[in-house]
């Protein structure tokens, strides 16, 4: 189960890491990203998964002794929570400067960007 | 309790199975309108005999399962509401072909027309906007 | 103080809400909810006059209670007729978009009366203008704008005239 | 041609370095010496049921507090970017706003429905970070659904002003709040957001777990505003 | 059973992926952005992190696919050259909206 998840993760970050090299857009390039980040994501939790784990939540279902073989890693868990919004205002910062971008250029294709290139 | 969670089971099943219809609608349904026919409506009671199975399952959940039902019943009409507004305002009329019967009327293009054309006699003005 | 009543039933129904949502209640949950909600009340939210419309007097709850059972025998037809429509191998559909009209004046009624509308058998809200609601119908079979308001509008706006006064 | 082949190679050294690494990650190894830790005695240290919260929130409470200044300054990023100079154009354009030319008068119905569910979203808000110590949710979540609760209702009214002072005076003071609980544990208790200088509670109970529900209150807060911030600064009123 | 659901969850997902970045219209690649981590919230739940799939669920479907649509809707619509007559003084020509905006 957890190496499903972690193939998965990695093609997902495969794809993000394609995209983010072969779109000429910035547009495209944000979306690649985010894929790519979704993948990141969804290895760390696949990393934590403990076999036929829980969450780690204690109520009546689950007691807190006893509790070590049955519930998940807590620790990836809450990385990815705080990732996962850093990653949304992240996107959003990138967004704002492809909005500057179009409006200062009127254009979004890397190729057009000259000012960089060496 | 047992029997509970089993007949929870299949009214469940049932609302998967509406869910499903709804999915057939949208593929089969010639344009859009006529596909949110059939995803507002299916869906509503599908996800309703969803809820409704998991509270036989686990009765005491009722009340987050009922809050949740009256939610789905304020906003997906209104999402799809909003949806058909915002799909006649780009110009998509409900009157496409092919359809089974002859198509019959489009009353509020009708209206907003006339309302155009009102506009326009008593303001006079630019005149490329006619049409 | 103005905006009393308001404050008071927006309270109400909120409070509702969160004892459905702590649904296995704790006197904690109880104080906890209620200094919540009155806070909340007390913020200048936007769009709270809303709730003035509501109103909680018996009979208009009892003509709720009724009005829900109607609505669920519509969703339920409604859901028959789209199946029978959807399984059929060419698609019986007349589709068009009709204006029908309605005497209610609360925002909140006609908010509810679009809802019920859109969930009924082929219909669907797409605009409204004052009074006039534009609908989408499935297959139209009504010629003018009184007919169609007897087919559609009629048989919930008698429960929530009473309902929304 | 060339280039792809390059990307290509590049993809095959990762995988290379990856599947090393991924092939020593299996169910079967059980957790980690520290999450062993986390789940055996977090439940007495700190008295919160929900593991993740008491990581996120005390064990790992540094990272959280570092978290939440990055996103602070992504949305004073976006804001700086976007609504910079847009404020007078904006306004220009309102004014001169020919009624009924172009524009669409927002619908009725959305209007209606957004004024009732905004107070509920907000309390569905509040309900989730309020337990964020007892079942799955907590700030970012709820703060989440403040966000989308004052989304529905820019999207009901596109000409509505937020009130900029408020959102930014409700992060400004959560902000400050979150760093003084945490120098508060620093001297009450055993280090910096130490939730423990208050009475743990029963637990399972509402007040409960310390100070760790103050704490994702204040994340809410924190998190709401400035998400609200960034869909505001990104929305365009056409 | 888990497993075979874990491995269609994937196989959605990677399909939104390629679609995201293959799809001509961009709105389109933006929603299957968006379907990807709506898929990823179903994965996280079956790997035990409701926390997480709650998050993902609200940020990543969500509030992210919103912002992305906000930012396309900006960058489609560049301040034109109105042409109605009310607008007059400065907005003659998009270069100088532009200046003004900057």
Known sequence: MTHIVLAIGFLLVCIGFWGLMTRREVFRMIISFSLLDTGVHVIMVGIGYVRAGTAPIFDEALAVAGAVGKVVDPVPSALVLTAIVIGLAVTALMLSFAIRLHASRGSLAVDDMKELKW | MEILAIIGSFVSLIGAFFLLLAAIGIIRMPDTYNRMQTGTKATTLGSMLFFVGIGLAHPSWWTKLLILTVFIFLTNPLSSHVLARALHFIGKSPLVEPYSGPSVRDDLAFDEAQAVLAAEGSRQMEKGEAE | ?165 | ?238 | ?102
């Open chain 3, 1 to 165: 103080m103005k905006g009393f009543l308001v404050r008071l039933k927006a309270l109400l129904v909120l409070y509702a809400v969160w004892l459905a949502l702590m649904a296995p209640l704790s006197t904690q949950d109880l104080a906890a909810g209620l200094g919540i909600v009155l806070v909340l009340v007390l913020l200048p939210l936007p769009g709270l006059s809303i709730y003035r419309e509501i109103s909680l007097a018996p009979k208009r709850i009892l003509f709720f209670i009724l009005y829900i059972g109607v609505l669920l025998i519509e969703i339920c037809k409604s859901n028959i007729d789209v199946a029978l429509r959807v399984v059929q191998p060419v698609i019986p559909i007349q589709p068009g978009i009709v204006k029908v009209s309605t005497r209610l004046t609360s925002r909140l009624g006609r908010w509810v009366l679009a809802n019920s509308i859109t969930l009924t058998p082929g219909t669907i809200t797409v605009e409204t203008k004052g009074g006039d609601l534009y609908i989408h119908w499935i297959s139209v079979t009504a010629d003018d704008v009184d007919s169609a308001t007897k087919k559609i509008v009629n048989q919930f706006e008698k429960y929530l005239e009473v309902i929304f006064g």
């Open chain 4, 1 to 238: 041609m060339m280039k792809r082949l390059i990307i290509i190679l590049a993809l095959a050294a990762i995988a290379l370095g990856f599947f090393p690494l991924a092939m020593r990650i299996s169910g079967d190894s059980g957790l980690t010496a520290l999450a062993t830790h986390y789940v055996e005695a977090g439940a007495d240290e700190l008295g919160a049921a929900n593991l993740v919260t008491s990581v996120v929130v005390s064990y790992r409470g540094l990272d959280t507090l570092g978290e939440v200044m990055v996103l602070f300054t992504a949305t004073t990023g976006v804001t700086a970017l976007l609504v910079a100079g847009k404020s007078k154009s904006h306004k220009k354009e309102k004014d001169s706003e020919p009624d009924g030319d172009g524009r669409r008068e927002g619908s009725e119905l959305l209007a209606t429905g957004a004024a009732f569910l905004f107070p509920i979203l907000i309390l569905f808000g509040i309900y989730i970070f309020l337990n964020g110590h007892l079942t799955p949710g907590g700030g970012f979540q709820g703060g989440v659904v403040l966000a989308s609760a004052f989304l529905l209702l820019l999207f009901s009214d596109c000409r509505l002003e937020l009130n900029h002072a408020l959102l930014k005076g409700a992060e400004a003071i959560s902000g400050a709040a979150y760093v003084a609980v945490g120098l508060l544990g620093l001297w009450l208790a055993g280090g910096f957001l130490d939730p423990r200088f208050l009475p743990a509670g029963e637990f399972g109970q509402l007040f409960s777990a310390g100070a760790i529900p103050i704490i994702y209150i204040l994340i809410g807060i924190k998190v709401g505003s400035e998400l609200t911030g960034i869909v505001d600064a990104m929305r365009r009123c056409s």
């Open chain 5, 1 to 102: 059973m888990s497993q075979l659901m874990l491995v269609l969850f994937g196989l959605l997902m990677l399909v939104g992926a390629v679609a995201a970045l293959y799809l001509k219209d961009t709105v389109s690649a933006i929603l299957a952005a968006g379907s990807v981590s709506l898929v990823a919230s179903l994965v996280y739940l079956l790997l035990g992190a409701p926390d997480v799939a709650m998050t993902e669920a609200a940020i990543g479907s969500a509030l992210t696919t919103v912002v992305f649509l906000f930012s396309w809707a900006r960058i489609q619509h560049r301040p034109q050259p109105s042409k109605s007559s009310q607008s007059e003084e400065t907005d003659s020509n998009p270069d100088d909206q532009e200046d003004h905006q900057l």
